[in-house]
């Protein structure tokens, strides 16, 4: 089996080359650009049995002002790879968010929970699931949620670990919206989970990829400073205190009990976390 992998060079993709090893095809930009279709003739000439679609415009605040780009990279871009999966027959995997939803549930939201985006940025990613319904009889639409990995998400230069991390070093006092609650998610896990989704022969569908556990980004922040036995000044904040330009959903977090129910578990975010740390150095490995 061949898996190509688009985005291969980003926080989920770095990952999900390692978890397939020799049997993954990593396509950067440079190989194949999702919103250009010349590009996307590369894998007709691979013939992959499985196409991961990680490409994604991920800067939310960005998207507001930038709404075609976002529409271009994570629905039209969905499209494309969606019909030049279906010509060659294959499996195609689109990665999604949580942020398809508004948050105005105060339970984790399952795959049966209809989707309402409240920003530029979940729109763009939920019409990208509907365009991958719509274009392709094989397919995966797997939302992640909160991702953390090692290489760091490169269109929004690294990861909230990493900016907490380097902010606390400084010195600064930090302050951490107390109010949003969600699920960080370990790339590494998700990039795991999502082998065993293709290997097990899944149905075709929605499934909810992420670390178990709900918490918000302060009690994040709190765990990471924790794990690393540093002293810092934290303090928890409302959101209307931090505003963004773009609207976050109270909660958005995912269920992963459907994972489960085909044999599939993902760890606690803090098991995760503590890994993550591990492997970037931060933890000492005795």
């Known amino acids: 089996m061949k898996v190509a992998i688009i985005g291969a060079n ?32 590369i894998l007709e000439e691979l013939k992959p049995e499985v196409v991961i679609n990680t490409a994604a415009y991920v800067r ?28 060659i027959n294959a499996i195609n995997v689109y990665i999604s968010t949580d942020y ?25 990613k939920y019409a990208g699931e509907i365009l991958t319904k719509c274009s392709c009889n094989k397919y995966y639409i797997v939302r992640v949620s909160s991702l953390f990995g090692v290489a760091g998400a490169s269109g929004k230069g690294g990861n909230f670990v990493e900016t907490m991390i380097k902010k606390a070093k400084m010195g600064e006092e930090l302050n951490v919206v107390n109010d949003i609650k969600m699920t960080p998610t370990y790339t590494k896990d998700a990039a795991i989970a999502i ?21 918000s980004w302060y009690d994040f922040a709190k765990a990471i400073f924790e794990m690393l036995g540093m002293d ?5 904040i409302t959101s209307d205190k ?3 330009k773009a609207i976050r959903p109270r909660n958005s977090s995912l ?12 760890r606690h975010w803090k098991e995760g976390l503590k890994d993550y740390l591990l492997e970037k150095g931060h933890l000492d490995q005795s």
């Open 255 to 266: 269920s992963i009990k459907k994972l489960r129910s085909f044999g599939i578990d993902i």
């Open 232 to 236: 810092v000044k934290l303090n928890p």
């Open 242 to 244: 931090f505003p963004t």
């Open 100 to 124: 398809v939803f508004d948050g105005s549930k105060d339970t984790p939201y399952t795959e049966n929970d209809i989707p309402n985006p409240i920003n530029v940025y979940g729109a763009s």
């Open 60 to 87: 939310v605040d960005d998207a507001e002002d930038e709404a075609d780009k976002a529409f271009q990279v994570n629905a039209v871009g969905a499209l494309n790879v969606g019909r030049i999966a279906n010509k």
């Open 10 to 41: 980003g926080q989920l993709g770095t990952d999900l080359v390692k978890v397939f090893g020799d049997i993954a095809i990593p396509l950067t930009r440079k190989e194949l650009d999702v919103t250009d279709k010349d590009t996307l003739k």
């Open 195 to 215: 082998k065993k989704i293709v290997e097990k022969n899944l149905p075709y569908g929605l499934y909810h990829v992420t670390n178990d556990g709900v918490c």
